[in-house]
């Protein structure tokens, strides 16, 4: 292993009224791929900061190597002071070479004279990446780098750094990203971090070994996890089980989504059934948008049924939220016509998350300061919803604005899911949110009875959560696949003529390997099998019953012992619920082979 040309020894860092960490080792070697990984709020970017040299520790020893160039990609950097895009990219002492930044910005598509005041957040993105790049890192340290930029966009950046011949660190939510670029982890969790030699596609199955190795410890001690440990660790290993099954029937409706298509190539979704038709949300038919003379939407013809999950993708400019908005009727179309079912009832969650009151507290934004919520119609306590979005209950009465970026996403989340609706609409949701979140927001989704609308760039999450994707080239086409984003991207190469060298060599999908042999279930396997979904829809039941009977706000005080015994029953049923749910899941498994 090469000498490391950058490290940091038992650092710690004192945040508030305690350490936010203590105690840990860190090094980077010349060519080293690390993601690091850890839940909002645990300290991922003050870590990058801490690197970068740009804050002190309170305690540790940094050493580098003399003359290596450390870079900070800032999550959100500050261009207050500057005048254009340009000013900021080569403003300062280390300010890069201007024909260097002018070459990536070019590259970029990002012009450098706008002004930086009305700058997109794309077009800022853009001037930071351009601005870290030009300025020839040995080391570069990347903090979110694909918020607000469009596919290709990320594609040319996932280029650019397969071919650079020094070292980063990047926070990302975007799995492909990293799966594509990473080749080592540092895991910051509770305080440590952990350091493994593979990249993010082998970091579930890693701490999947580091959370059962916790188990087996605190069992042989005879002590259980902290309470909050150990719901936060459950619900990892569970979400991640669980949403094993959840994919099996995102799959499962995806077939059925292009069965009710018409033949291959045309976009018009044809619907196989009268009960299908009555359950239409939104019927497009030959819809057309302009402006000026640039075509937008062409000739689009589609129906969107209820539980449809649609992704819309597409570069920047390429006419995504002008689509959305003729989809949810905000815009009117210049030809055809857009109907939306009667009975619509959306919520609609955007990028603007931080203009949620600071001063508020999180009970008062959740439940107007009292202890119960009113979720799609039952009422639940606020301590446990919280919990459902990934919150230790001491937050309760935390104000907004001490919160993360993520957490404030979180929040604003739960706010918007617990209000009844039957039509979700999400412009870039994952922005800010850690991969927990992210877990957890695919599930929410996954659960979801109403029909849901998604533009995103993140091409993991759509491959997770939607059934069509409605892909926009910047010509008026769109193309309509019954899929994810790699199916609309397979069908795009597919589509394409084949061109000379130059151009990035993609990895071709590799055949499915041969299925294993099935595995014969024993009598009690076979019996479990069978039954288990009934049983967890008789919980399902006597949860729902339980919660109903706890809404009433007089029963606390009314029979405190019934109150007390339906809040035990509740937990119980809950518990036993995900112990069927994933013990059904691992036969389905040995099922399926």
């Known amino acids: ?52 040299g740009k804050i002190d520790a309170d305690e540790g020893r940094r050493t580098i190597q003399p003359g290596t160039r450390v870079i900070l990609l800032e999550q959100e950097p500050d261009l207050r002071t500057f005048a254009t895009l340009g000013d900021y990219v080569l403003g300062g002492d280390d300010a890069p070479l201007q024909y260097e930044a002018e070459a990536i910005a070019d590259q970029l598509g990002i012009d450098l004279s706008r002004e930086a005041a009305s700058a997109s957040g794309g077009e800022r993105r853009r001037a930071a990446i351009v601005r870290a790049l030009a300025q020839d890192p040995d080391v570069l340290l990347l903090d979110e780098p694909t918020n607000h930029l469009d596919i290709a966009a990320i594609d040319w950046l996932e280029e650019w750094l397969g071919r650079f011949r020094g070292a980063f660190i990047v926070i990302s939510h975007d799995r492909t990203f990293l799966t594509r670029l990473t080749k080592q982890t540092l895991w910051l969790d509770r305080g440590t971090v952990r350091r493994a030699e593979i990249g993010f596609g082998g970091f579930e199955a890693w701490t999947e070994q580091v959370y059962a190795e916790e188990q087996r410890n605190a069992e042989k001690l005879d002590a259980k996890l902290k309470l909050e440990e150990h719901w936060l660790l459950r619900g990892v290993t569970g979400r991640r089980k669980r949403n094993q099954g959840r994919l099996t029937k995102l799959f499962e409706m995806r077939e059925t989504r292009a069965a009710m298509m018409g033949p291959p190539g045309t976009a018009n979704l044809t619907i196989g059934s009268d009960d299908a038709r009555s359950k239409i949300v939104i019927d497009v ?127 604003l989340l739960a706010r918007e899911f617990a209000r009844p609706s039957n039509l979700l609409v999400l412009d870039e949701p994952t922005n800010d949110l850690d991969l927990e979140t992210l877990d957890l927001l695919q599930e929410v989704i996954s659960d979801y009875d109403g029909t849901v609308l998604i533009v995103s760039h993140d091409r993991d999450f759509l491959d997770r959560t939607v059934t069509i994707t409605l892909g926009l080239d910047g010509s008026g086409t769109v193309d309509v696949v019954a899929g994810g984003y790699e199916d609309w991207e397979a069908k795009r190469k597919a589509a394409a003529p084949k061109r000379g060298g130059g151009n990035r060599k993609v990895q071709a999908t590799a055949p499915p390997p041969p299925p294993p042999p099935k595995v014969k279930l024993t009598y009690k396997d076979q019996r479990d099998y069978e039954t288990l979904p009934k049983r967890i829809e008789t919980l399902d039941a006597a949860i729902l019953r339980d919660e109903k009977a706890l809404a009433d706000p007089a029963l606390y005080s009314k029979d405190f012992a019934r109150f007390e015994m339906l809040t035990k029953a509740v937990e119980n049923a809950r518990a036993e619920k995900e112990a069927a749910e994933l013990r059904w899941l691992e036969l389905a498994e040995m099922v399926e082979g």
């Open 1 to 52: 292993m090469a000498a490391p040309i950058l490290a940091y020894e038992n650092l710690g860092l004192v945040q508030g009224s305690g350490w936010l960490f203590r105690g840990l080792d860190v090094h980077v070697g010349p060519r080293d791929r690390l993601a690091l990984i850890g839940r909002n709020g645990a300290g991922k970017t003050t870590l990058l900061k801490l690197i970068a």
């Open 285 to 411: 038919k030959h819809v057309s948008k302009s402006f000026g003379d640039r075509p937008i939407i062409t000739d689009l013809n589609l129906r969107v049924s209820r539980r449809d999950r649609i992704g819309i993708v597409g570069q920047n400019g390429a006419g995504k939220t002008t689509l959305l908005k003729l989809l949810t009727g905000e815009l009117a179309p210049d030809s055809g016509t857009v109907k939306l079912a009667q009975n619509v009832e959306r919520i609609v969650i955007d990028q603007q998350r931080s203009k949620m009151a600071p001063d508020k507290t999180v009970r008062e934004v959740l439940a107007d300061g009292g202890d119960w919520i009113e979720v799609q119609g039952v009422k639940k306590h606020i301590i446990g919803y919280l919990k459902e979005f990934l919150f230790e209950p001491g937050l309760v009465d935390a104000q907004v604005g001490t919160l993360s970026g993520g957490e404030r996403s979180r929040l």
